[in-house]
């Protein structure tokens, strides 16, 4: 069964950074785009930035620049460390997995998000 754990998040100081990790686990044949998400309260979750397994990563705008997503193939991990945080940063941060897993079945995976709040 494959699982998504994240770690990091918490409260940020404005123009400060925090760090984001998600590990998948579990039944994993191979792992193709691994992304970050967020939602904020009374808005849509929307995409904060995905990299593929090759090839260029993609940002949404408002997070180009301070925010850099990264992965270890190794250990299953993506991580987002974000930088100069803003107030608008504020939201439930989830991570999203495409994988291959070693029985045929579900592809797409979220992890349980994690709260980032940026605030002085």
């Known amino acids: 069964q494959v699982q998504l754990v994240e770690s990091g998040g918490g409260l940020g100081q404005p123009g400060g950074s925090l760090r984001l990790s998600c590990t998948a686990s579990?039944?994993?044949?191979?792992?193709?785009?691994m992304g970050w998400y967020r939602q904020a309260p009374g808005k849509q979750r929307e995409l904060v930035a995905v990299i593929p397994p090759r090839g260029s990563t993609n940002y949404a705008d408002s997070v180009k620049g301070r925010f850099t997503i990264s992965r270890d193939g190794a250990k299953s991990t993506v991580y987002l460390q974000m930088n100069s945080l803003k107030a608008e940063d504020k939201a439930v941060y989830y991570c999203?997995?495409?994988?291959?897993?070693?029985?045929?079945?579900?592809?797409?995976?979220w992890g349980q998000g994690t709260q980032v709040t940026v605030s002085s």
């Open positions: 579990g039944g994993i044949g191979s792992i193709e785009n």
């Open positions: 999203n997995v495409h994988l291959y897993p070693i029985v045929l079945g579900q592809r797409a995976f």
